[in-house]
């Protein structure tokens, strides 16, 4: 698999209107053609202000791919490298769904880049889409990029040639990750506890992490319960 980096893309905060109000965002992001530093927070220049849901170590790039705007592309939506919010558009990808956690990349500039979590659709999205049910469709697509913690500072530039270092087989994929986190289910069944033990033994991102955990506890507890009726 040949990969590069089609763009680098960096947003500055600007207004999104959401529903009735207006708040700033990070989420319109541009290409830039010059190098772009990158560590452990993030890009450099970059701006990130929905720090309740995004940035942070374990999501401190969001990636997508070109064959998933290929797909949008067809589905009408005119797609732009940085529409959905990506600091690194990514060739020769394929679909971000079929990534796996613990997966990673490697930049011609050194950096190294370890895959944690999908990005999961937000009426920030939608509205910066001028399309209030492009949620909806974003979750129906089951393609959500990818996000990943900085390994190895360094610098990012459009072109730079890609490698990758796959995970075990056994990680979870995106779309599991995707699954689980917008119907509660994993590959079309119930989730049990065992499953979500088997997820968190992975370098999920530390909100996936948090947001496992959370499940666990709850199903523990109601299997608790259901053992002394």
């Known amino acids: 698999m040949n990969m590069s980096l089609r763009s680098v893309n960096v947003g500055q905060g600007l207004p999104v209107t959401i529903g009735a109000r207006s708040v700033r965002s990070g989420i319109d992001k541009r290409p830039t053609l010059q190098p772009v530093g990158v560590n452990a927070g993030g890009l450099d220049g970059d701006q990130v202000l929905n720090t309740r849901h995004h940035g942070g170590p374990g999501q401190a790039a969001y990636l997508y791919t070109t064959d998933d705007y290929d797909w949008w592309a067809a589905q009408g939506v005119a797609v732009r490298d ?3 919010g990506e600091n690194l558009t990514l060739g020769g990808a394929g679909s ?3 990534w796996r956690v613990g997966d990673r990349l490697t930049t011609a500039g050194g950096v190294t880049l370890e895959i944690t979590a999908p990005r999961i659709p937000c009426a920030t999205l939608a509205a910066h889409l001028g399309d209030p049910t492009f949620a909806r469709r974003f979750a129906a697509a089951a393609r959500p990029g990818l996000y990943a913690r900085v390994l190895t500072p360094g610098t990012v530039q459009a072109g ?4 990758a270092t796959r995970a075990a087989p056994d990680a979870p994929t995106i779309r599991d990750l995707f699954e689980l986190d ?3 289910t994993l590959r079309g069944r119930p989730v049990t506890p065992d499953d979500l033990r088997g997820l968190l033994e992975h370098p999920l991102a ?3 992490r948090a947001d496992l955990l959370k499940r666990l506890a709850k199903l523990e507890a109601q299997g608790e319960e259901g ?3």
């Not at 730079?160 to 490698?163: C, L, S």
Request: hydrophobic share 25%; aromatic share 6%.
């Open 96 to 98: 971000s769904a079929d």
């Open 82 to 84: 940085g529409l959905f």
């Open 227 to 229: 053992s002394r009726k």
């Open 182 to 184: 917008l119907r509660g």
């Open 206 to 208: 530390e909100r996936s």
């Open 160 to 163: 730079d040639p890609v490698t």
